[in-house]
């Protein structure tokens, strides 16, 4: 299934608090010949999410800066979209939500 608008959801419904835990990674850009370069497509934090009982991904463009909030610190999402991807996992399962 492809949302390729995403899916914009009410984040203290489907969320709740989130809390600030760590940057996951930084994703790098390729040029031409498949060579990692300088320039950073994104980048991935993890935020612990009160109502969903676990952790969850979130990634930002570059534009919006580094973020460098301290460890537990209550955060906001500023214009959230709900994106989906499956991984595949053992035993025929998939699972991943991504929020962009």
């Known amino acids: 299934m492809r949302f390729p608008e995403g899916l914009v959801v009410d984040t ?3 969320l ?3 809390k ?3 940057l996951r990674r930084e994703n790098y850009a ?3 010949e498949g060579n990692v370069t300088d320039e950073i497509k994104k ?3 993890d935020l ?3 109502r969903q009982g ?3 991904t979130v990634s930002i463009p570059p534009e919006a800066g580094e973020k460098a909030f301290p460890y537990n610190a209550t955060v906001t999402l500023v214009n959230p979209v709900v994106s989906a991807r499956a991984d595949a996992t053992f035993g ?3 699972n991943e939500i991504s929020l962009t």
């Open 12 to 14: 203290e419904k489907t």
């Open 16 to 18: 709740g608090e989130l």
């Open 20 to 22: 600030f835990a760590a």
């Open 30 to 32: 390729q040029d031409e």
């Open 43 to 45: 980048r991935t934090y």
């Open 48 to 50: 612990k999410c009160q």
């Open 54 to 56: 676990h952790t969850i």
């Open 92 to 94: 025929g399962r998939a």
